[in-house]
């Protein structure tokens, strides 16, 4: 098993990439739990659009890999 040489040098890059993402989805979290509590009716009905689009998707998906290939 061949090892890694990994000094603070060669990570701190990484990390700092990996923190703007991290410190934006986290903003966004939090933005996203402020207006569910201040605006349940309207994220509840986001959610269940959101999560029945997924659904609808993934039943086209189905309709359309259960059809076999017509060979003639």
Not at 10 to 39: D, E, H, R
Not at 47 to 54: D, E, S, T, Y
Request: contains cysteine; proline residues 6%.
């Amino acid at each position: 098993m061949e090892h890694r040489n990994l000094n603070l040098e060669s990570v701190v890059p990484t990390i700092k990439k990996a923190s703007v993402w991290v410190n934006t989805w986290g903003i966004v979290t939090f933005v996203c739990g402020i207006l569910a509590v201040i605006l349940p009716l309207t994220f509840s009905f986001g959610i269940a659009l959101i999560i029945g689009c997924l659904v609808s998707v993934a039943a086209i998906a189905h309709l359309f890999f259960c059809i076999p290939d017509a060979q003639p």
